[in-house]
């Protein structure tokens, strides 16, 4: 059994810093990438950021320069350092998880259950 659990999630003012983090325990052989989603009420789920198993990154075009993500492999964490933030980044966020869970067997997508950010104007 696997599980992701997000936190740092909260309510936050026009320009103001959060930073997410998603722990990832249970039956891990291998973490491979490791991403932060987020949905906005009445939009489709979006692809925040991005970090493969070798550290490397992508991020959404509306997050560059903002948004940063990390993680610390020992810990089976990833996280979302979020600046300058914007009432339109207000959504709940995901993490998601690629991981294999016993040598031999195929890789599976994991979610957390998703933690709440709130940017008040």
């Known amino acids: 059994q696997v599980q992701l659990v997000e936190s740092g999630g909260g309510l936050v003012q026009a320009g103001g810093s959060l930073r997410l983090s998603c722990a990832a325990s249970?039956?891990?052989?291998?973490?491979?990438?490791m991403g932060w989603f987020r949905q906005a009420p009445g939009k489709q789920r979006e692809l925040v950021a991005y970090?493969?198993?070798?550290?490397?990154?992508n991020c959404a075009d509306s997050v560059k320069g903002r948004f940063t993500i990390s993680r610390d492999n020992g810990k089976n964490t990833v996280y979302l350092q979020m600046n300058s933030l914007k009432p339109e980044d207000t959504a709940i966020y995901y993490c998601?998880?690629?991981?294999?869970?016993?040598?031999?067997?195929?890789?599976?997508?994991?979610w957390g259950q998703g933690t709440q950010v709130t940017v008040s104007s």
């Open positions: 998601n998880a690629d991981i294999i869970i016993r040598l031999g067997v195929s890789s599976y997508n994991y």
């Open positions: 249970g039956s891990i052989f291998r973490l491979n990438g």
């Open positions: 970090i493969n198993s070798g550290g490397s990154t």
